[in-house]
């Protein structure tokens, strides 16, 4: 392998679109190993780098195209893990069974990131869907905060805070996500193709104060 070559972005079956991957603080010299060829604790290593990598775009969401790049060359790792914890975490707090709020948070997770995306393209967005369903996934990371201080914190937190929380919250995963979303959207339709993103995140935020 030549000096100029890198490694494809993932693996497997929840790897996507992208090629190549140069995350901000690796050495191109250390992703060079084919992903093959390596032991299984590098590629869960740089996985895991991977996803935590992009979960800093969501923390303090970058403005500009060419900072927000890299979460669209999408992968389902790190969503399907956001949405595992989200899940399990409102089953923890929930008087109903856990297993049907784990099944109803995880169909709302796909299949509203899936409408979103179906909505967007038939608006005449130029939005791929798994890239899609990757950026409004990633972007629940919020909410998962606000979920988990709610849970542990329940006791010493009254219900104003707990609004107050899973409002800040639910407006960070929102202005995220259009952060990302809204360049990939048709202009002339751009307020009818977002209105479904405040909807998700509104709803998945309100399962964190009622549930």
């Known amino acids: 392998m030549t000096d100029n070559q890198q490694v494809p972005f993932g693996s497997g079956m929840f790897q996507g679109q992208a090629k190549f991957v140069d995350y901000a603080h690796m050495n191109q010299q250390d992703v060079q190993m084919n992903t093959l060829d390596e032991p299984v604790l590098d590629t869960l290593l740089r996985d895991i780098n991977m996803i935590l990598y992009k979960l800093s775009y969501v923390i303090i969401p970058r403005m500009k195209e060419t900072q927000g790049r890299k979460l669209r060359n999408w992968d389902l790792w790190g969503p399907l893990l956001l949405s595992l914890l989200l899940a399990m975490t409102l089953g923890i707090n929930s008087n109903q069974s856990s297993d049907s ?111």
């Open 101 to 211: 709020i784990f099944g109803t948070i995880f169909i709302i997770m796909w299949g509203g990131s899936a409408v979103i995306t179906v909505n967007a393209k038939l608006l005449g967005g130029q939005v791929s869907f798994f890239q899609s369903v990757c950026v409004l996934g990633y972007c629940v990371f919020p909410i998962n905060i606000a979920a988990v201080l709610i849970t542990f914190l329940q006791s010493y937190l009254g219900f104003f805070l707990r609004l107050i929380i899973v409002g800040a919250a639910f407006l960070w995963s929102t202005f995220s996500s259009l952060s990302f979303m809204s360049s990939m959207m048709n202009e002339e339709k751009k307020v009818i193709s977002v209105y479904p993103i405040f909807l998700f995140y509104m709803f998945l935020s309100w399962f964190c104060i009622f549930i």
